[in-house]
């Protein structure tokens, strides 16, 4: 009897302790946010927040108001709401709140690299050093000259050799753009060894090509990924992806390029003198890829297709562009090469930059989360003062409490062209509660963990519509197909996708 005593006290210890490590005791403390642990011990709101994040959070504001902590597999989230403090949030002092721990994890598990210590500010610094001023000079001639070989290498001029080409809208601003990008920062195909300049060129296209369809495919696994919840079968696929990229974007094969960018190149060295190890380095590669080439193509796209959907911001977007060209004395006429687009010309575009930001506004929605290392107080806008708990996880998601904010941005649905700008050209400033707002559109995170490449991305994607708009004619083949929904699968790792691809056709304007 005795022993069925101590079995007893020590299964029910054991359940106890388990509920426990389970978060099941967890209550809310005085001037805590609301909790919500969901009715799955550990799990919480797992499911439905992978299911469909910006819904999921929809329904807890409806709830909770602007600010509340949730269990989402076994972490604490604090979500806050209201825009007014995210300036504290971003400029909290790091041994607050910290960036890195939650990073650090999702990199090593889809990236399968180990961030070395204390390297975030120097990295950071090495990215603003390459990806602005003259270093961007570089990369934006660079991304040129590889996007006139992408999209003008096969097409003639001359009236009976302008043809219409179709093609899947979102699969060619995404390839090409991706490659564009990916040459002028890895690097290109080096002459020695082979025969003529054209033997090179032709082998940086085909090896492209490749690493771009590689991608994609490791692309479409991101989110399950990232989740850590791949079927067994996905699993085996995304480490023979992984395997790819570590491989041919390695430390050893890029010697053999080049061109290779002082972006990839210093940041390498920085490794190196940390005593990271070579196949650290070529991981390391792998996840530059993934941040700098996972959403600019797929914002080209949406840019594009808007102005398709929308005659009057594609009209005056493309007078924008010809009224460059002709001040640049660039006019396009039959017969004339691809224009070469200058950093400078860039600059004389505030239309095409506020239907970009428009854009970015619809489409890009990271979540952006802080470790509270320290347990810290929130001051709310209307003055109510919050506890954030030691060991939590504060997280912001500007794309449903800034970016589709009726008061912020009336019709936040509808795509407005000249939503960001001024009939002067000057940027408008917007408005919440009559309060002025810093934070009204935030599709490269902020704070320290700003996106370093948001610069480089904006010339990039700007260079490449401007060369649709200046040497093509482009149209759906159905005029009246409906803009696709967004995969909700992907809310939180950036730029959003089609649920399906558009057809699109184009063709030489002379
Ligand atoms: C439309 C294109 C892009 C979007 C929407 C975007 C968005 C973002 C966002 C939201 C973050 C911050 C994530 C966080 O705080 O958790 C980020 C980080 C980052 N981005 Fe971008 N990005 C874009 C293009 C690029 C490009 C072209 C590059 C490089 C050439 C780049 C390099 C990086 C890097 C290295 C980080 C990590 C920064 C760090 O860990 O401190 N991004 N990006």
């Given at each position: 009897m005795e022993l069925w005593a101590a079995l007893l006290c020590a299964l029910v210890a054991s359940l106890l302790g388990g509920l426990y490590l389970l978060g099941a005791f967890r209550s809310r403390r005085p001037n805590e946010p609301p909790l919500d642990k969901g009715?799955?011990?550990?799990?919480?709101y797992l499911l439905d927040f992978r299911k469909n994040s910006s819904e999921f959070l929809k329904k807890m504001r409806r709830k909770h108001g602007d600010i509340f902590t949730v269990l989402i597999g076994g972490y604490y989230f604090t979500f806050v709401m209201?825009?007014?403090c995210f300036g504290a949030i971003m400029k909290e002092s790091r041994s607050k709140l910290d960036f890195r721990s939650f990073a650090s994890k999702l990199v090593l598990q889809v990236f399968g690299y180990k961030p070395i210590q204390a390297s975030q500010s120097t990295m950071h610094a090495l990215s603003m050093k390459h990806l602005t001023g003259d270093g961007l000079s570089l990369l934006t001639k660079a991304t040129m000259g590889n996007l006139q070989k992408l999209m003008f290498s096969k097409v003639s001029s001359g009236e009976e050799k302008r043809p219409w080409q179709e093609d899947n809208l979102f699969h060619y601003c995404y390839n090409i753009v991706f490659r564009a990008g990916y040459l002028a920062l890895y690097g290109t195909e080096s002459?020695?060894?082979?025969?003529n300049e054209e033997e090179a060129n032709e082998r940086d296209l085909v090896n492209s090509n490749q690493l771009f369809n590689e991608f994609r495919k490791y692309d479409r696994l991101f989110p399950c990924l990232a989740y850590a919840m791949l079927p067994p079968k996905d699993k085996l696929e995304a480490e023979r992806l992984k395997r790819f990229f570590w491989s041919t974007l390695s430390v050893r094969r890029s010697?053999?390029?080049?061109?290779?960018s002082g972006w990839i190149r210093d940041q390498d060295q920085f490794l190196v003198e940390n005593g990271v190890p070579e196949y650290m380095r070529d991981r390391f590669r792998f996840m530059l890829l993934w941040a700098s080439q996972g959403n600019t193509g797929p914002t080209a796209f949406w840019l594009l297709l808007y102005l398709m959907k929308h005659p009057d911001a594609m009209r005056a977007v493309k007078e924008e562009v010809e009224k460059v060209l002709r001040e640049n004395s660039h006019e396009v006429m039959a017969?004339?090469?691809p224009t070469d687009i200058t950093k400078d010309m860039l600059n004389q575009t505030p239309l095409l930059d506020s239907a970009l930001e428009e854009t970015l506004r619809l489409v890009a929605a990271p979540l952006l989360v802080r470790a509270i290392l320290q347990e810290m107080s929130l001051e709310m806008s209307n003055g109510t003062e919050y506890v954030l708990r030691q060991g939590d996880r504060v997280a912001l998601?500007?794309?449903?409490?800034?970016?589709?904010d009726p008061e912020i941005h009336?019709?936040?649905h509808k795509f407005k062209?000249?939503?960001?700008?001024?009939?002067?050209g000057t940027k408008k400033d917007f408005y919440k509660d009559g309060k002025r707002l810093k934070?009204?559109?935030?599709?490269?995170?902020?704070?320290?963990?700003?996106?370093?490449g948001r610069f480089f991305a904006t010339t990039e994607i700007k260079l490449f519509v401007f060369l649709m708009l200046a040497h093509h004619d482009l149209e759906l083949v159905?005029?009246?197909?409906?803009?696709p929904a967004i995969?909700?699968?992907?809310?939180?790792?950036g730029t959003m996708q089609p649920v399906h691809d558009v057809r699109f056709r184009y063709r030489r304007r002379f």
């Amino acid at each position: 009897m005795e022993l069925w005593a101590a079995l007893l006290c020590a299964l029910v210890a054991s359940l106890l302790g388990g509920l426990y490590l389970l978060g099941a005791f967890r209550s809310r403390r005085p001037n805590e946010p609301p909790l919500d642990k969901g009715v799955i011990p550990w799990l919480g709101y797992l499911l439905d927040f992978r299911k469909n994040s910006s819904e999921f959070l929809k329904k807890m504001r409806r709830k909770h108001g602007d600010i509340f902590t949730v269990l989402i597999g076994g972490y604490y989230f604090t979500f806050v709401m209201d825009p007014f403090c995210f300036g504290a949030i971003m400029k909290e002092s790091r041994s607050k709140l910290d960036f890195r721990s939650f990073a650090s994890k999702l990199v090593l598990q889809v990236f399968g690299y180990k961030p070395i210590q204390a390297s975030q500010s120097t990295m950071h610094a090495l990215s603003m050093k390459h990806l602005t001023g003259d270093g961007l000079s570089l990369l934006t001639k660079a991304t040129m000259g590889n996007l006139q070989k992408l999209m003008f290498s096969k097409v003639s001029s001359g009236e009976e050799k302008r043809p219409w080409q179709e093609d899947n809208l979102f699969h060619y601003c995404y390839n090409i753009v991706f490659r564009a990008g990916y040459l002028a920062l890895y690097g290109t195909e080096s002459h020695r060894g082979v025969d003529n300049e054209e033997e090179a060129n032709e082998r940086d296209l085909v090896n492209s090509n490749q690493l771009f369809n590689e991608f994609r495919k490791y692309d479409r696994l991101f989110p399950c990924l990232a989740y850590a919840m791949l079927p067994p079968k996905d699993k085996l696929e995304a480490e023979r992806l992984k395997r790819f990229f570590w491989s041919t974007l390695s430390v050893r094969r890029s010697c053999q390029k080049d061109n290779v960018s002082g972006w990839i190149r210093d940041q390498d060295q920085f490794l190196v003198e940390n005593g990271v190890p070579e196949y650290m380095r070529d991981r390391f590669r792998f996840m530059l890829l993934w941040a700098s080439q996972g959403n600019t193509g797929p914002t080209a796209f949406w840019l594009l297709l808007y102005l398709m959907k929308h005659p009057d911001a594609m009209r005056a977007v493309k007078e924008e562009v010809e009224k460059v060209l002709r001040e640049n004395s660039h006019e396009v006429m039959a017969g004339s090469p691809p224009t070469d687009i200058t950093k400078d010309m860039l600059n004389q575009t505030p239309l095409l930059d506020s239907a970009l930001e428009e854009t970015l506004r619809l489409v890009a929605a990271p979540l952006l989360v802080r470790a509270i290392l320290q347990e810290m107080s929130l001051e709310m806008s209307n003055g109510t003062e919050y506890v954030l708990r030691q060991g939590d996880r504060v997280a912001l998601f500007p794309h449903l409490s800034v970016q589709m904010d009726p008061e912020i941005h009336p019709e936040p649905h509808k795509f407005k062209y000249d939503r960001f700008v001024n009939p002067d050209g000057t940027k408008k400033d917007f408005y919440k509660d009559g309060k002025r707002l810093k934070y009204f559109n935030m599709p490269w995170g902020a704070g320290v963990s700003i996106c370093p490449g948001r610069f480089f991305a904006t010339t990039e994607i700007k260079l490449f519509v401007f060369l649709m708009l200046a040497h093509h004619d482009l149209e759906l083949v159905d005029g009246k197909e409906e803009i696709p929904a967004i995969d909700v699968s992907r809310w939180g790792f950036g730029t959003m996708q089609p649920v399906h691809d558009v057809r699109f056709r184009y063709r030489r304007r002379f």
